[in-house]
């Protein structure tokens, strides 16, 4: 039985924790649309992008996103890279 609620304890942290990056992740591209949207910073929307987890770096609203933040420094082939990698082009 106690390891039953271990393993219920478990997965259950997994859960929650799994959530937490994906409103971190969230919160971050949020962050970087806006700096890259209100202020046109750059900078601050490439480290904005740089706090999402390695799991969310696969979703298509990351790849766009660092797509924008690219060709707002204008590093055109990496944007080029990403602008594709998102399914826009």
Known sequence: ?????????????????????????????????GALDLTHNCDEALHAISLVSIDGRSTP???LCMARAQDCKTNIE????????????
Not at 13 to 33: E, N, P, Y
Not at 80 to 89: D, Q
């Open 78 to 89: 990496q944007a080029i890279y990403y602008y594709t990698s998102s399914g826009i082009v």
């Open 1 to 33: 039985m106690k390891k039953i609620k271990l393993i219920l304890l478990s997965v259950a942290g997994l859960v929650i924790a799994g959530s937490a990056f994906a409103q971190t992740d969230a919160a971050s591209l949020d962050h970087a649309r």
């Open 61 to 63: 609203e990351y790849l």
